[in-house]
């Protein structure tokens, strides 16, 4: 007798002995392409190709049942970072998840253990390098440069600040209004492009209170642009994050200051905004961060000092 089952989602009686998981994930991604923003599905699609798609598009759904997902992870452990293995067994899971609502089957998922993945310890700019590229950026004859300062004082994002219009600036109630990134993205078929997208998250989409230098720097400027032009590139053409990049990495050789990543900028605006006592639920809403534990995790870190003196009280 054929091992059938139930397709609960279609209520439709399925050969699953003859179900190849390369067909379910050809489903799965039919279903999920208007779930997720497009760079996100090209990088499902990457991760499959790449890692499932020799081990598993062949074997039928059944024989994951018994299958060892653990040695699996291992075999990708001794290849690639613990980070990125993390992100593939994620995938895996959903995958599978789907397939046991579909079609009623238990792989006991909760078995599969990812690696952990450390906080790294954030990288931030001294006080004297951020005031020599706040500098250098002031002095600069080059419009283009302004975009590290709007980095350095707002704390947003590459893509964001690659998607920045001059009509997202509103000086009237000095604010920024952050409401599309930027990106490149790689398709297996057609290779990369650049995408004009919403930004990372629900809670991406944000307004950040223009400071006062970022005010007095850009309100003259703005006279000379129409507020759909792009800020980094002064009118309609796109500058990718890559290729802005390139322009940072200048600042900083001109600024005489040792190249750090760009999210450095990030970092060291939202770890001066605690510095100054700026709380980590207002702080969190200005990153644009999912949840303030994010923030809390990432940039709210007493000193051993502190630890010490409220030690100290008992």
Same mark, same amino acid.
């Given at each position: ?14 050969? !699953? ?6 067909? #379910? ?7 999920? *392409?208007?779930? !997720? ?51 593939? #067994?994620?995938? =895996? ?7 046991? !609502? ?49 980095? =350095?004082?707002?704390?947003?994002? /590459? ?14 109630? *000095? ?9 490149? /993205?790689?398709?297996?078929? *057609? ?23 970022? %005010? ?14 792009? /800020? =980094? ?5 796109? #500058? ?7 322009? %940072? ?26 510095? #100054? ?38």
């Amino acid at each position: 007798m054929r091992n059938e089952a139930r397709s609960i989602l279609q209520n439709e009686i399925v050969d !699953v002995e003859n179900l190849k998981f390369g067909e #379910v994930v050809k489903e799965w991604m039919v279903v999920k *392409k208007n779930q !997720v923003k497009e760079s996100v599905f090209c990088n499902y699609e990457q991760k499959i190709r790449y890692y499932f798609k020799d081990f598993f598009f062949d074997k039928p759904i059944i024989y994951f049942r018994r299958y060892d997902f653990n040695a699996y992870v291992n075999y990708l452990k001794k290849r690639l970072s613990d980070k990125t293995v993390k992100d593939i #067994v994620s995938l =895996l899971k959903q995958i599978f998840k789907y397939i046991e !609502v579909k079609y009623d089957i238990n792989f006991k998922l909760s078995l599969i253990k990812s690696p952990t993945v450390y906080q790294r310890k954030i990288d931030v700019f001294t006080e004297r390098e951020k005031n020599r590229i706040k500098t250098y950026c002031l002095n600069s004859s080059q419009e283009k440069d302004i975009g590290v300062l709007i980095a =350095l004082f707002s704390g947003i994002r /590459i893509g964001e600040l690659c998607g920045l219009k001059w009509g997202d600036i509103d000086f009237e109630n *000095k604010s920024i209004n952050i409401k599309r990134t930027i990106q490149r /993205i790689y398709e297996i078929e *057609k290779g990369t492009r650049v995408v004009e997208t919403l930004p990372k998250t629900a809670t991406s989409l944000r307004i950040i209170p223009l400071s006062n230098i970022l %005010y007095t720097k850009l309100k003259p400027l703005s006279k000379k642009h129409k507020k759909e032009d792009y /800020i =980094l590139s002064g009118g309609k053409k796109i #500058v990718e994050p890559q290729a802005y990049r390139y322009t %940072y990495k200048n600042i900083l050789k001109n600024s005489k200051v040792k190249h750090k990543k760009f999210h450095t900028l990030r970092h060291t605006f939202a770890t001066n905004c605690i510095k #100054v006592g700026m709380d980590p639920k207002s702080l969190s809403e200005v990153l644009g961060h999912s949840n303030v534990d994010i923030t809390l995790n990432l940039y709210v870190h007493p000193s051993f000092e502190t630890k010490k003196k409220f030690i100290n009280k008992l």
